[in-house]
Nanobody, 115 residues
Framework: QVQLVESGGGLVQPGGSLRLSCGAPGNIFSIFDMGWYRQAPGKQRELVASITSGGRTTYADSVKGRFTISRDNAKNTVYLQMNSLKPEDTAVYYC?????????WGQGTQVTVSS
């Protein structure tokens, strides 16, 4: 079992920034494909951004140019830098680790964008 621990959520005003972090234990972090998902009230969970073990990134259209996903394999951590936040970015954000046919999830961290 892979335990993922997210941090960095909170309340921010529109136009502000937050950085989410997700740590994973062990020395096999570098071979996981990692992703950030989010789920707003009454909506399905959606992929926000992902980064493969080789560093290739993908983004949802709604966050392109505003969010950046990165990883530091030496620290077993993946980050989501969120800039120019909008009220519609409000959601619980979940970290995901994918390897072969297995998916592991963090507990989620709340991001609220409101004035």
């Amino acid at each position: 079992q892979v335990q993922l621990v997210e941090s960095g959520g909170g309340l921010v005003q529109p136009g502000g920034s937050l950085r989410l972090s997700c740590g994973a234990p062990g020395n096999i972090f570098s071979i996981f494909d990692m992703g950030w998902y989010r789920q707003a009230p009454g909506k399905q969970r959606e992929l926000v951004a992902s980064i493969t073990s080789g560093g290739r990134t993908t983004y949802a259209d709604s966050v392109k140019g505003r969010f950046t996903i990165s990883r530091d394999n030496a620290k077993n951590t993946v980050y989501l830098q969120m800039n120019s936040l909008k009220p519609e970015d409000t959601a619980v954000y979940y970290c995901n680790a994918h390897l072969w046919s297995n998916d592991y999830w963090g507990q989620g961290t709340q991001v609220t964008v409101s004035s």
